[in-house]
């Protein structure tokens, strides 16, 4: 079940998430790192106080579905999942090793609690979809989230599972975008015509909400009211900063491809007040 706790124990939590995805990308050798920062604080509010799944138990087939389709930033995602125990945090110093179970990108049955093998942009929402669709013709009451970067928003797959949702009124499926307006080669609203994400989602027939995507309490709030009696799937945009967290990081794209040295670690740590 999930692991309801105060807005002060959970911006600790992040803040810790934080510095151990920066040290996990020094000890790999491996980038995203700013992507995986923007995502934090999503995946805090996700697992504490919303996604209901028991880590003693995560292919319990009553069980929350959360899905991190930006695979990339999947040192997020293991390092939440070891945070709430579903494998022993030791792992993550084993990320990205040749023969270890946390793979760069999330492989398939990699870990317990990684729902599905994402990193090939594009597919995470078109599985939640057949996923809560499974849930609707088996009676079960689950539910689906999805967390999909900005950029993933250029894929057609995207747009076709959006469309299926609502005309199959899987209401207790939801997408949040981590809307940190960058992906690998430039501002994504320059790349492609992404404003107004929320117009776009609510036109294919979703409720659609913007957030801030770092407001522990609003996105908590809103999460939790999935399915909320619309009839229809709920799309989040959450405005994010790529590398949220460390000032030297925040809104740098040249972090989706640099790894922290060790005195940029040590930084961070101060400023995550982790000294």
């Known amino acids: 079940m999930s692991a309801t706790s105060d ?31 923007s995502c934090v604080d999503i995946l805090v509010a996700a697992y504490w106080n919303v996604v209901k799944v028991d880590p003693r138990n995560p292919s319990d087939p009553l069980r929350d579905r959360f899905i991190l389709s930006k695979g990339h930033a999947a040192t997020a995602l293991y390092a939440t ?34 729902e599905l093998a994402t990193g090939s942009l594009g597919h995470g929402l078109p599985v939640g ?7 609707r013709i088996q009676k079960r009451d689950y539910r689906v989230f999805v967390c999909m970067s900005d950029g993933e928003c250029n894929e057609g797959t995207v747009w076709e599972a959006a469309m299926f949702a609502p005309a199959r009124k899987l209401d207790r499926l939801c997408v949040v975008i981590d ?4 992906q690998a080669t430039g501002r994504s609203n320059e790349i492609m015509a992404l404003p107004s994400l929320r117009d776009k989602w609510a036109a294919f027939g979703w409720t659609a909400h913007e957030v801030d995507g770092h407001d522990l309490a609003a996105l908590s709030r809103l999460l939790k009211n999935v399915p909320d009696g619309s009839g229809k799937p709920v799309a989040l945009i959450a405005h994010t ?8 990081m925040q809104d740098d794209n040249n972090w989706h ?7 940029e670690i040590e930084a961070a740590r101060k400023e995550l007040g982790l000294a």
């Open 257 to 263: 491809y640099r790894i922290p040295k060790p005195e």
């Open 179 to 182: 809307y940190n307006k960058w």
């Open 7 to 37: 807005l002060a124990n959970l911006d600790l939590v992040a803040r810790r998430l934080r510095l151990k995805l920066i040290q996990m990308s020094h000890a790999a050798g491996t980038p995203h790192l700013g992507s995986a920062l």
């Open 81 to 114: 999942l070891a945070e709430r125990g579903f494998f022993p945090k030791e792992w993550l110093d084993t990320f990205a090793a040749h023969g270890a179970p946390l793979a760069e990108q999330p492989a398939p049955n990699c870990a317990p609690g990684v």
């Open 129 to 135: 979809v057949g996923m809560a669709l499974a849930a």
């Open 241 to 248: 900063i790529k590398g949220k967290g460390v000032s030297f």
